[in-house]
T-cell receptor, first 109, second 116 residues
Framework: DAKTTQPPSMDCAEGRAANLPCNHS???????VYWYRQIHSQGPQYIIH???NNETNEMASLIITEDRKSSTLILPHATLRDTAVYYC??????????FGQGTRLTINP | DTEVTQTPKHLVMGMTNKKSLKCEQH?????MYWYKQKAKKPPELMFV???????INESVPSRFSPECPNSSLLNLHLHALQPEDSALYLC???????????????FGEGSRLTVL
């Protein structure tokens, strides 16, 4: 069973921030939140991950709520190349990386 | 080098053929994975190798046979496949911390398989 819930699709205007939500209400204390994306006809690409604190890297920011039951991936200035399926995954240690249905993000010019 | 290289990119085979998919990485990763992805669906885990030993088999039919000859290579041998096995086959690798997988997987571009 999927541990995360994401909207099936979202749209965002080019140049604007894209905010992708993810619910993971059953997350346990030692489980991390990972985000991947898959651009059409390519392999999935790791974006970012976090445990409790907000995280930022060159690709995106990850905001995790204080109760850890949800998170938001932020692409600060979306471009057309950010059009992809975005997967939010909850995982810990020896667990398997299992993909849910993800959110299909379309960046519009 | 942060690449996972998969060959061939495209493969067409008949149901009686024997073929292999190959995957290579030189990042020193000791976990390697095979995923299968059907059109418009998320990737599904098939096999995981840890330290060159098969650690996870997600009840995959025996017509798919994985092999990890060394820490850099991963093969998927295919025999007597069915048309419904047509899919994109993705290889990935990651570091291991002891027995724990890290969640940061590096994926290849995939091998697109068509079974006639």
């Amino acid at each position: 069973d999927a541990k995360t819930t994401q909207p099936p699709s979202m749209d965002c205007a080019e140049g604007r921030a894209a905010n992708l939500p993810c619910n993971h209400s059953t997350i346990s204390g030692n489980e991390y939140v990972y985000w991947y994306r898959q651009i059409h006809s390519q392999g999935p690409q790791y974006i970012i991950h976090g445990l409790k604190n907000n995280e930022t890297n060159e690709m995106a920011s990850l905001i995790i709520t204080e109760d850890r039951k949800s998170s938001t991936l932020i692409l600060p200035h979306a471009t057309l190349r950010d059009t992809a399926v975005y997967y939010c995954i909850v995982i810990q240690g020896a667990q398997k990386l299992v993909f849910g249905q993800g959110t299909r993000l379309t960046i519009n010019p | 080098d942060t690449e996972v290289t998969q060959t061939p990119k495209h493969l067409v085979m008949g149901m009686t053929n024997k073929k292999s998919l190959k995957c290579e990485q030189h990042m020193g990763h000791r976990a390697m994975y095979w995923y299968k992805q059907k059109a418009k669906k998320p990737p599904e885990l098939m096999f995981v190798y840890s330290y060159e030993k098969l650690s996870i088999n997600e009840s995959v039919p025996s017509r798919f046979s994985p092999e990890c000859p060394n820490s850099s290579l991963l093969n998927l041998h295919l025999h007597a496949l069915q048309p419904e096995d047509s899919a994109l086959y993705l290889c990935a690798s990651s570091q291991l911390r002891g027995i724990d997988y890290t969640g940061e997987l590096f994926f290849g571009e995939g091998s697109r398989l068509t079974v006639l």
